[in-house]
């Protein structure tokens, strides 16, 4: 395959993503992550202690943390982007394997624990990477 139409594909997924990062309500993203990776999984990756409120979140209860819903959004658009391209398995594989352009760490982990502001751009480079090689 032409690289420069991997690396197009790789954009393509990553701006459709992202324009439904935006638009999909959080009760649908929250619905969405739970579903696709276990309430367990998603809260910590989240940074959320307590996987009751994932599911008060994709049940429409509001979140009262601008961080943890500002890392849903992230986490949504990741999930999003990769399972355009492949599926949602390799969605899950990509948020807990370590991954090297990301220290070694689990994309899961960074979005724990850094703040989403950091976090989004890295994790963002790291999907891409995954998508275009």
Not at 53 to 65: P, V
Request: glycine share 6%; hydrophobic share 45%; with cysteine.
């Amino acid at each position: 395959m032409d690289l420069s139409l991997t690396r197009e594909r790789a954009h393509d997924a990553l701006e459709q993503a992202h324009k439904l990062s935006v638009r999909t309500p959080v009760v649908e993203q929250a619905a969405t992550v739970q579903n696709l990776l276990g309430s367990r999984l998603a809260s910590a990756a989240l940074g959320i202690n307590n996987t009751r409120t994932l599911l008060r979140w994709s049940q429409g209860g509001c979140s009262r943390r601008e961080v943890a819903e500002h890392r849903l959004q992230i986490l949504y658009h990741l999930v999003t982007a990769i399972s355009l391209i492949y599926d949602d398995r390799v969605a899950v594989a990509f948020l807990r394997g370590s991954n090297p352009s990301l220290d070694n760490q689990a994309p899961m982990e960074v979005l724990a624990a850094e703040r989403p502001a950091r976090a989004g751009p890295r994790l963002l480079a790291a999907v891409e990477l995954l998508l275009s090689g």
